[in-house]
């Protein structure tokens, strides 16, 4: 059964806008990660929260982890067009820890 | 090297073939793992090495898909039997250790075509 479920499955928005993208999961886990795709090519990890926390910011991502609804927010801030891309959550659950659980993933445009 | 170095990038083959698929992982990473990744779905999880534990193949479909990784280094998955369904980017990623705490590095994947 997929782990994560990222809402929405596809994103449109205007180049200096804001994007949010959720992500949910059923599972206890260790820690919840980020990802961007380009090209439906090569992963690139973005950000990871731990369990204990509770938010975490690197540039202009800005992620949330709320363990007792189980999900998690990634938000992009003043979005560019090079930001167009995929973007997966994944998790690593203590029952089975060691390796990560992709979700589907959210599309997101950018329109310049 | 800087990376994580997949081979050959593309791979068109007859059903029925077999092919192998290879990853360089990271330099000093000791976490190996295989995903699939069909055209705009999630990744599956295939297999994973760490060290010299014997591996976790859980993800992987049938018994035509096999993988090693010798010398803790480089890895091998082998699909045997091709078959079209098994059509896919094949996507390999190291990570220094084995979960928690540590993001994966993957690399640019390997798109097979089975025609």
């Known amino acids: 059964s997929q782990q994560g479920e990222e809402d929405p499955q596809a994103l449109s928005i205007q180049e200096g806008e804001n994007a949010t993208m959720n992500c949910s999961y059923k599972?206890?886990?260790?820690?919840l990660q980020w990802y961007r795709q380009n090209s439906g090519r090569g992963l690139v990890h973005l950000i990871l929260?731990?369990?204990?926390?509770r938010e975490k910011h690197s540039g202009r991502l800005r992620v949330t982890l709320d363990t007792s609804k189980k999900s998690s927010s990634l938000l992009i801030t003043a979005s560019r067009a090079a930001d167009t891309a995929s973007y997966f959550c994944?998790?690593?659950?203590?029952?089975?820890?060691?390796?990560?659980?992709f979700g589907q993933g959210t599309t997101l445009q950018v329109k310049p | 090297g800087a990376g994580v170095s997949q081979s050959p990038s593309n791979k068109v083959t007859e059903k029925g073939k077999d092919v192998e698929l290879r990853c360089d992982p990271i330099?000093?990473?000791?976490?190996l793992y295989w995903y699939r990744q069909s055209l705009g779905q999630g990744l599956e999880f295939l297999i994973y090495?760490?060290?010299?534990?014997?591996?976790?193949k859980s993800g992987l479909p049938s018994d035509r898909f096999s993988a090693e990784r010798t010398g803790g280094s480089v890895s091998t998955l082998t699909i045997q039997r091709t078959q079209q369904e098994d059509s896919a980017v094949y996507l390999c990623?190291?990570?220094?250790?084995?979960?928690?705490?540590?993001?994966?590095?993957f690399g640019s994947g390997t798109r097979l075509t089975v025609v």
């Open positions: 990623a190291s990570s220094y250790r084995q979960g928690a705490n540590y993001g994966y590095t």
């Open positions: 599972t206890s886990i260790n820690n």
């Open positions: 929260i731990r369990s204990n926390e």
């Open positions: 994944a998790t690593d659950r203590r029952s089975n820890t060691g390796k990560l659980i």
């Open positions: 330099s000093g990473h000791t976490a």
């Open positions: 090495f760490q060290g010299n534990s014997a591996p976790d």
